[in-house]
């Protein structure tokens, strides 16, 4: 019997605006966003229904944003009757989907990720770090890439993303991220373009934000997950709190491995794709990924 996969959207699906008509509409959503506002002490809500977006990109606010309104998709659905075999969520989205399981509770979903933000954006000082989208290029081929630059540029550059549909996101020093690009250009990349974030997400120059969340991982109260997850670091699945704690730890600076999660679910028989969150990046990837899937977006929960 087909299964259905919730995936939850991670940063760069943020937008001024977002969940403001789900607020309007449903009582579900305006819970959430009142829960998030009382935990972290700020108008969280403000801050996603009226901006002001630089205020919105930075990663400490960019970061509980996401989830929040995530949640509020989710609750919606929820109350709609929608169900899922299966959660999986692209980087910061991993934490909505925890949520999602059952594994987090929405407050502490939300303070797990204002910290994950605060040591994400100090990992690295500001200016130094970069990423980049490698369009039409294999993933052994910018893996070759990055090795060559790094070397060449003597600094750090690495995979981040594998996101599928011929898409690998690298990062890290921008000398380097800069050398890799001009060499899978060469290399017969379609494109390769930099990204607008304020930090080289998932690459090593990330782990002093990884030893600080590990501490703070820790001493989270996380439970297993209620249904199953395929975590980003391993695209396999995740059953157990420990090995939750386990993997949240290694994603901060290690690739997310979204095609790969992607293409084990439909393995599994997971036919529907369903993204619950603001925009349809992974709806996009999904497509393109697994070729003729029945997948829902934003929209179609509000629908």
Request: hydrophobic share 50%; net charge negative; aromatic share 6%.
């Amino acid at each position: 019997m087909a299964q259905t996969l919730f995936m939850f959207p991670g940063q760069g699906s943020q937008f001024v605006g977002m969940g403001a008509d789900l607020v309007r509409d449903y009582a579900e959503a305006r819970e959430v966003f009142a829960e998030a506002d009382d935990t972290l002490g700020f108008s969280l809500s403000k801050l996603c229904f009226e901006g002001p977006e630089e205020e919105l990109r930075l990663t400490a606010n960019t970061q509980p944003a996401l989830l929040a309104t995530s949640i509020a998709y989710y609750r919606v659905a929820a109350a709609k009757g929608m169900t899922a075999d299966w959660m999986a969520g692209h980087s910061l989205g991993e934490y909505s989907a925890l949520v999602a399981a059952g594994s987090l509770t929405l407050a502490e979903g939300l303070r797990l990720v204002r910290q994950r933000g605060l040591f994400m954006q100090e990992a690295v000082p500001a200016g130094r770090g970069t990423m980049a989208a490698i369009m039409g290029l294999e993933a052994d081929a910018v893996e070759a890439v990055c090795r060559q630059a790094s070397s060449a540029a003597s600094a750090v550059v690495e995979p981040a993303n594998f996101n599928g549909a011929g898409q690998v996101v690298i990062a890290g020093d921008n000398l380097a991220v800069e050398k890799a690009m001009e060499l899978a250009k060469a290399a017969g990349a379609k494109r390769a373009i930099p990204l607008n974030v304020s930090a080289p997400f998932h690459c090593s120059l990330m782990e002093p934000a990884a030893e600080r969340m590990a501490e703070v991982l820790r001493a989270a109260a996380i439970a297993d997950p209620v249904v199953p997850l395929v975590a980003n670091v391993t695209a396999a699945p995740v059953r157990d709190k420990e090995a939750v704690r386990e993997n949240l730890i290694l994603q901060v600076d290690h690739p997310v491995r979204w095609e790969q999660s992607i293409r084990f679910l439909a393995d599994q028989g997971v036919a529907r794709f369903v993204e619950v969150g603001p925009g349809k990046v992974l709806a996009g990837l999904a497509r393109k990924i697994i070729k003729g899937a029945d997948v829902l977006s934003a929209g179609d929960i509000q629908a």
